[in-house]
């Protein structure tokens, strides 16, 4: 409850803040002799639009304790008489004002603090497209999205989480055309989540996804508005999380691990061709470590001639097996990526850069890896980096598939492949096979799969996503 007596009130605030040293309880008096207080975190308001706007015309102007709301020149004001909800609205960068001998308090939305400029995303650039991406700040990529979606079904559905952190979460979908299983689906596994701090969007999708033991992640992020309302327009649900520029985007296909945004803005032929290289980048740079030891050890009537005499010679007084040798060279890829991500950006790029050349070429000359492990490392470094929205899996898969076939030759590499594909048709997003459209097979689907028919072709959203208005155009005319 709110009390009449300001002084209480700055009692109990202060207890439930705990003597906190960024609290602001300010007491004034009006000219009318009217005692009141405002309360907020120091940092999260607008000072200047306080002083003018909220301050000023309560002393100046306030006659009586009834016409509070007429006189504070905001719109954004509403009546509390509850503590907790209080101290809820204070934590959300609002400010609370109080007078003495009335029973309630007022709340008014001046919040403002530190934030982003809407800038381009680094890991979804494109040529051709929108360069806008989200920022930290979950109400500014609302209304990114709002903008690339200007309709009355677009829905925002927001919620807290974390007991700590009271993070703000937000769930964005179409109304009548989202899948309905699977906005109900997301509703009750968030509601199930009971955690003192969410501090990044990654938590959610922790706490949320189908198999969380899984190498495969079954729930999609991006940074860009139009990637998420492309989504939310086939009938998926976007996640939106303060603190954080990646939303959460489910269901998810492992198909999309291959695309872009910047597929559907260019000719579906040279789409088509880009999606095709991103495939065969991504089985390279899956198996070709695993594949290039299991023929050095076990086939290697596999390999012509005149190239297998070049890798003997190249091999010659190499101290290292194959195997372990190949092994080393991918972990060490693996540290020179990871050094490259953790230093500064102007260090870290020429750091990754040299390093790996001068690594290169020293432990060749040194006679410490043959010349052929570093070519087959450096054409998987390269595959790897075509499709980052997999790699993830994809380096995990490549170790598995590496040590599989250092055992068991190809008869390992095709059983790694047998368990990849497995993992991939009997995986569920939220209920979606993840294989889709390739397993079950739709035909709607495989229009926008490996090859990108033309725009006008994709006259029905995904049938297995969305199941209500799945019309998304009329049919072109003929002739």
Excluded at 209 to 223: K, V
Excluded at 257 to 269: A, F, I
Excluded at 390 to 398: D, H, K, T
Excluded at 416 to 443: R, V, W
Aim: hydrophobic share 45%; proline share 5%.
């Amino acid at each position: 409850m709110i009390w009449k007596k300001i002084s209480l009130n700055k009692r109990e605030i202060m207890e439930k803040f705990n003597n906190t040293s960024d609290l602001v309880l300010y007491e004034f008096e009006t000219n009318s002799n009217i005692k009141m207080m405002a309360c907020y975190i120091e940092g999260f308001i607008d000072r200047e639009l306080f002083d003018r706007d909220i301050l000023k015309p309560l002393i100046l102007d306030l006659k009586k304790v009834k016409d509070i709301k007429r006189t504070i020149l905001t719109s954004k004001i509403k009546e509390i008489d509850s503590m907790e909800n209080l101290i809820e609205d204070i934590l959300s960068g609002n400010i609370a004002i109080f007078a003495e001998d009335l029973p309630l308090s007022y709340t008014i939305e001046l919040s403002k603090w530190e934030k982003r400029a809407v800038e381009e995303p680094e890991s979804e650039s494109v040529v051709r497209g929108p360069k806008e991406g989200f920022i930290e700040d979950i109400f500014v990529n609302k209304s990114l999205l709002r903008r690339k979606l200007r309709t009355n079904n677009l829905v925002f559905e927001d919620l807290v989480l974390g007991k700590q952190t009271r993070t703000k979460i937000s769930i964005a979908y179409l109304q009548g055309i989202v899948n309905k299983r699977v906005l109900e689906e997301v509703k009750k596994r968030l509601s199930k989540i009971d955690i003192d701090g969410v501090l990044e969007s990654g938590y959610i999708e922790q706490l949320i996804e189908d198999r969380p033991y899984s190498i495969i992640a079954t729930i999609e992020n991006t940074e860009k508005p139009d990637v998420a309302a492309a989504k939310i327009l086939e009938g998926r649900v976007a996640i939106l999380c303060d603190g954080t520029p990646h939303v959460l985007t489910v269901p998810r296909l492992f198909i999309e691990g291959v695309m872009t945004s910047e597929d559907y803005y260019v000719r579906p032929y040279y789409a088509s061709f880009l999606r095709f290289l991103r495939v065969t980048a991504l089985l390279i740079s899956v198996f070709s470590p695993g594949v290039y030891v299991a023929l050095q050890l076990y086939h290697q009537e596999m390999i012509p001639t005149v190239l297998l005499i070049s890798m003997m010679g190249a091999r010659e007084g190499v101290p290292l097996p194959v195997a372990l040798e190949t092994l080393l060279m991918v972990l060490t890829l693996e540290v020179t990526k990871e050094s490259g991500v953790r230093l500064p950006k102007a260090v870290g790029t020429t750091v990754s850069i040299v390093g790996t050349l001068v690594l290169g070429q020293a432990a060749v000359q040194a006679g410490i890896v043959s010349a052929p492990t570093v070519i087959i490392i450096a054409i998987t470094a390269i595959s790897e980096f075509v499709v980052p929205a997999l790699v993830q899996g994809v380096v995990l898969y490549r170790l598995i598939i590496l040590l599989l076939g250092s055992f068991l030759g190809l008869y390992g590499t095709t059983c790694g492949l047998i368990i990849y594909i497995t993992q991939i048709i009997t995986t569920e997003s939220f209920g979606i096979p993840f294989g889709l459209p390739f397993t079950p097979i739709n035909k709607e689907g495989l229009k926008d799969s490996i090859v990108r028919f033309p725009i006008w072709s994709f006259i029905y959203r995904p049938k297995a996503i969305a199941k209500r208005n799945i019309r998304r155009q009329k049919p072109p005319r003929k002739g």
